[in-house]
């Protein structure tokens, strides 16, 4: 039977049908942040061609997404990511600078200690997922750019690598507050040249490595380093005192 022959007709073998497979690849990419909240699918034309697909094959796999409210259609606009909240989590929205550093402050604990359980734990799907995150990472250095869905995509993966999966969801419900302080950390790399833009693609490569290599007190002082630095080249010598008076 021709692929295109029926959207939903199960393939030769027993192998799911090719909606399916579709549904599936597009859902492991929305959940895992390579499509961020109120992101605009690509459009139908191009996501059939992207999985070799035909449209009407296409548009089941896309219904089961919404009927799981993981996107929206807009009449007009296209398809857009909806992404749950992690309400329980109750974590206020960044209203002031102080909140970025404390989100900084924050990421300085979970993050840290998650890249080491990551040395521990991963194995080779979770490596490669980093890789893929890099692979974007290096692609915009060279054009002189700072992707910060590339960039939270590598964090998540390294969350997800732990198999601790409070880690990953607690990087979820921080992605709002995280890509804050992403885009503008971003601006400011971006002022200071491509050497500064390299050298942070060199710290992410620093953690893969490490991680890949089973080594969690390495993976620990490089995510530690990594986070530190971002911080500091974002606020400088002007990290405020939070002390309670």
Not at 92 to 98: C, F, G, L, Y
Not at 103 to 119: H, K, N
Not at 165 to 182: F, N, P, S
Request: glycine share 8%; proline share 3%.
């Amino acid at each position: 039977m021709d692929q295109h022959t029926s959207a939903g007709s199960q393939g030769r073998g027993g192998r799911p049908p090719l909606s399916e497979k579709v549904y599936a690849a597009l859902k492991s990419r929305i959940t895992r942040g390579d499509y961020g909240p109120n992101e605009k699918l690509p459009a139908e034309k191009d996501l059939s061609a992207q999985y070799g697909v035909s449209r009407p094959v296409l548009r089941v796999a896309l219904e089961q997404l919404r009927e799981e409210g993981l996107i929206v259609s807009r009449q007009g606009a296209g398809n857009f990511v909806r992404v749950k909240r992690e309400a329980a989590l109750g974590y206020t929205p960044v209203e002031t600078i102080a909140d970025i550093q404390r989100c900084y402050e924050f990421r300085l604990t979970i993050e840290v200690d998650a890249a080491g359980l990551a040395a521990q734990r991963r194995n080779q799907s979770i490596l490669d997922e980093m890789e893929q995150a890099l692979d974007l990472l290096s692609d915009a250095t060279g054009s002189r750019l700072h992707r910060e869905d590339a960039d939270f995509t590598f964090h998540l993966a390294i969350a997800r690598a732990s198999n601790n999966q409070y880690y990953a969801e607690t990087l979820k419900a921080l992605r709002d507050h995280i890509y804050v302080g992403m885009k503008m950390h971003g601006d400011a790399l971006m002022s200071d040249g491509a050497s500064a833009l390299e050298n942070v693609l060199e710290e992410h490569r620093g953690i893969c490595q490490a991680i890949a290599d089973r080594d969690p007190d390495r993976a620990r002082a490089v995510m530690r380093q990594h986070v530190s630095h971002s911080r500091e080249r974002l606020f400088g010598a002007g990290v405020m005192d939070l002390s309670m008076q």
